[in-house]
């Protein structure tokens, strides 16, 4: 479970910011060696012929730069002791921040110009720094250097190998692997080469984005960290000097006299340097400041500072890189490190490489995302439900010895599912496995399995999902000899049916006696247990000798989204004077992002009405309106009430109130199948009134048509129901069902109709037709329009000799056995009692019951029935 974990982060954290790291990275490593790169490109520029005589005093260099660009200050001066290396001066432009680099021969004082490369290398800078030290892109690029920890350490994590110390296993490439295992490979042995770069690169480079991460990383050093110089406020308005503009800083507004001193003194005290770099006085009156680089400095960062008096030449204050601490050298020398220079040339060569590396992770990491997305897709095409051409399982072959055989029964999906989760788990483990559904495995395949998991639902009252019919009805009707095989049974089942996991044991039962030795006890999984699943995976990984991670099951039903609130936005009666309970018409706007597909499911989570809660608390001392707190959040008594079950009576005075209502369940969901699709702009129920003897409405039913006023929101989400939607293919459908059962068919007709498959067949049962001719006009629309091609509608009420749905079917039996022989699938949406067995049995008789179990074996016959 943690690697898998760590695994969607690494991807997931890779794909959102991979984008800005393969910008910064490729900018970064550009701007590794832009000083050569600029010098190679600027001859003349940033260079000069060496000659036998001195270079001009540093005043009169300022004074004829001065000359040229009178308007224009001198916001830095830099001194190379090089004969061969041009003097540049940074100019300002305007009044605001920005400045330009200009190169001034030593000896003349004439002005070369600027770097014919400093154009490009100031665009690569511009777009380097607005991701990483202005703005908005600051912020963005600051949390990618974030996720750039977690994904260098996950990294790591994901592929630590099992010899740790087989240094092949770190960083041999393998040249001779194609496709998705060439790929992994040369992302995980690069990803661990450049492990320690990027960390440093990310330690480093979050100093210029974050105020916390750079005082963080002083208080590491044990340096104080210094105060950054403000600019001069400007003047208050009503001020002496309000009319008075600001003195800037100007390295050529001081005299000659006193540069000399200053450089004088300067050179007196530090004979040895290899650059000077001089700035004005930040205010008036102020200390020249003056930075360089000793002959013997590590890199081009470890600088030295000191402030000269230019009047006097006295040094005021000195700080040198040699005398400071570890922790004030590595703080002083943040760039170095995070060019790589503090390292020497091999540490800038290092993290250019790396740098360089980024858009290779960025693209790999895209690639494998998008192979693993295709495999997942033509595994999901392999599985049975897609694979209706595959060669029937006897002819499939033997399973290998040391291979498990995984058959499952599924209904609605859940079973499929947990089949799947299990396959996956045990190939972590090195098992190999073979998934089939029980309607694809034959005797031949089962007889020569040694190893087999049996993961089944039971649908209705102890009876096998429909796809797992044949095998029931067939195979379990059979002796076959299985002494050699070992067998585990996950039974999937509802306690509220009177045959609990009827199926599961029944196939448990029908194993043991043909031979079959359970590995252990089935394990039954009463609505989706966590608890029962966690013990499947335990049991297996004893019985196989591999121990596996219990992790959290999702085995549950599918929901295409959480509960949300969806509002009541249609409601309307669609049997007045019905011999029938009330049938109501809802229609929902749904949320955003919400979505289904014909055949899925929708969850409602009722709610008491205000008045049913009143009621409940008119003999209590507590009123609806008391604040208390459940389930983690602030209510009030009635609210909180609404959702949960009511006991037999209100609570008393002196109790306390917050562990009473803990107490109390919450309301069970009532689910309905989906009357539209998406595409239609409404969630559409049909929903029948019940009613308990006493005359009170049934829970969910009378929330939806009572309760819930119109413009109400009303608590849902959507569950997918894979075993109920429609074919794939265009072929025709036969539709057969009663009362609301019309919802779930309603919608696979919308659905059909928009597609323009015209070969669908409606058989639809209620009432009296006068009344109960449920969306009638809508019907009668389609089958004008051609998009149902026969429409049989029958009404046990209209005549003397009652008529169901079943009765319209063996009349119609032979152009149902043409319709499916033509390859129609037949769909079935009603009521569990009653209807379903008579029409299944009226079908068994149609079109003969050996065909009717093909058609469940190959999902060409599904029911949703309740």
């Known amino acids: 479970m943690m690697k898998r974990l760590w695994f969607q982060l690494h991807w997931g954290f890779g794909m959102t910011a991979g984008l800005v790291l393969a910008v910064v990275g490729l900018t970064g490593a550009l701007l590794s060696y832009d000083d050569a790169l600029t010098r190679a490109f600027s001859p003349g520029v940033m260079t000069v012929a060496a000659r036998d005589t001195a270079p001009l005093p540093i005043p009169e260099l300022l004074s004829r730069v001065h000359e040229v660009v009178p308007d224009r200050r001198v916001l830095l001066m830099t001194v190379p002791r090089s004969p061969q290396d041009a003097v540049s001066v940074r100019l300002s432009v305007g009044d605001g921040p920005r400045a330009e680099t200009y190169f001034v021969d030593p000896y003349t004082g004439q002005m070369l110009g600027r770097s014919q490369a400093d154009a490009v290398f100031r665009f690569i800078m511009d777009v380097h720094r607005f991701l990483t030290v202005d703005g908005i892109g600051k912020q963005i690029t600051a949390a990618a250097t974030l996720l750039l920890f977690v994904l260098a350490l996950s990294g790591l994590y994901l592929r630590w190998p099992r010899r740790i110390g087989h240094w092949r296993a770190w960083f041999h490439i393998d040249l001779k692997k194609r496709g998705r295992p060439f790929l992994w490979n040369l992302h995980a042995v690069i990803g661990t ?493 049909l929903v029948r009134q019940t009613r308990h003897p006493d005359g009170s409405l049934g829970l969910g039913s009378g929330w939806l048509t009572d309760g819930a006023a119109l413009g109400e929101a009303v608590t849902m989400r959507v569950r997918a129901n894979p075993g109920f939607h429609g074919p794939a293919t265009g072929r025709g459908v036969i539709l057969i069902g009663n009362g609301t059962g019309l919802a779930g068919l309603r919608a696979h007709l919308a659905e059909r109709t928009a597609k323009g498959h015209r070969r669908n067949w409606l058989i639809f049962g209620e009432r009296e037709a006068a009344r109960d001719s449920f969306y009638d006009a809508t019907l009668r629309a389609w089958q004008a329009q051609g998009g149902i091609a026969r429409l049989d509608r029958v009404y046990s009420r209209d005549q003397a000799q009652r008529r169901y749905v079943q009765d319209q079917v063996r009349d119609a039996a032979q152009d149902i056995a043409a319709w499916v022989a033509r390859g129609a699938s037949i769909y079935v949406c009603g009521s569990l009692a009653g209807m379903a067995p008579a029409v299944d049995a009226a079908l068994a008789e149609a079109i003969g019951t050996d065909v009717l179990l093909d058609l469940s074996a190959q999902g060409r016959y599904r029911r949703d029935v309740y």
């Not at 205000?610 to 707190?629: N, Q």
Request: charged residues 20%; aromatic residues 10%; glycine residues 10%.
């Open 193 to 685: 080469v450049v492990l320690v770069p990027y960390l440093l690169s990310a330690t480093t480079g979050l100093y210029w984005s974050y105020d916390w991460w750079r005082g963080m990383l002083f208080s590491i050093a044990g340096v104080s960290q210094p105060m950054r110089n403000k600019p001069a406020a400007s003047p208050k308005r009503g001020a002496p000097e309000a009319g008075k503009r600001a003195v800037q800083p100007d390295l050529a507004a001081m005299t000659a006299r006193e540069m000399a001193t200053a450089w004088r003194s300067f050179t007196e005290h530090v004979p040895n340097y290899t650059s000077v770099y001089l700035r004005p006085a930040q205010r008036p009156g102020g200390p020249l400041q003056v930075t360089w680089l000793d002959a013997s400095a590590p890199h081009e960062r470890a600088f030295n500072r000191m402030e000269i008096e230019a009047a006097s030449g006295e040094i005021r204050h000195e700080d040198r890189y040699a005398q400071k601490t570890t922790g004030g050298q590595l703080m002083t020398s943040i760039y170095a490190l995070h060019r790589g220079s503090f390292f020497g040339q091999a540490g800038v060569v290092v993290m250019m490489l790396s740098s360089l590396m980024m858009p290779m992770f960025f693209v790999t990491g895209w690639m494998l995302y998008l192979d693993r997305r295709k495999k997942k897709r033509a595994l999901a095409a392999s599985r049975p439900a897609g694979a209706r051409h595959d060669p029937p399982a006897d002819a499939r072959g033997a399973l290998a010895q040391d291979g498990v055989l995984i058959g499952y029964a599924s209904q609605s999906g859940v079973a499929e599912g947990l089949a799947w989760q299990t396959a996956g788990m045990l190939a972590g483990a090195g098992v190999q496995a073979q998934i089939q559904p029980l309607a694809r495995i034959g005797q031949a395949q089962l007889g020569s399995a040694r190893r087999a998991l049996f993961i089944v639902s039971t649908f209705g009252d102890g009876e096998p999902p429909d796809s797992a019919r044949r095998f029931a009805q067939q195979l379990m009707n059979q002796a076959m000899a299985l002494p050699t095989l070992r067998f585990a049974m996950l039974s999937l089942g509802d306690s509220h049916y009177d045959r609990f996991c009827g199926f599961g044991r029944k196939l448990d039962g029908w194993l043991r006696a043909q031979g079959g030795v359970a590995a252990f006890e089935p394990i039954e999984v009463d609505r989706g247990d966590p608890g029962a699943w966690a013990r499947w995976q335990e049991r297996l990984g004893e019985w196989f000798g591999h121990p596996l991670t219990v992790t959290k099951s999702q085995h549950g039903p599918r929901f295409l989204s959480g509960f949300q609130s969806w509002t009541l936005a249609q409601r309307d009666l669609l049997n007045p004077g019905s011999t029938g309970l009330p049938a109501y018409h809802l229609a929902f706007t749904p949320p955003p992002g919400a979505d289904w597909v014909a055949g899925d499911l929708v969850e409602v989570q009722p709610r008491h009405t205000t008045a049913r809660v009143e009621r409940f608390l008119s003999g209590s001392v507590w009123a609806c309106d008391v604040r208390v707190r459940v389930a983690g959040r602030e209510t009030t008594l009635g609210d909180a009430l609404r959702e949960r079950l009511l006991p037999r009576a209100a609570p008393t005075a002196g109790v306390d109130l917050h562990a009473w209502l803990a107490g109390l369940a919450p309301l069970p969901v009532r689910e309905y199948s989906i009357a539209s699709t998406r595409e239609e702009g409404t969630l559409m129920l």
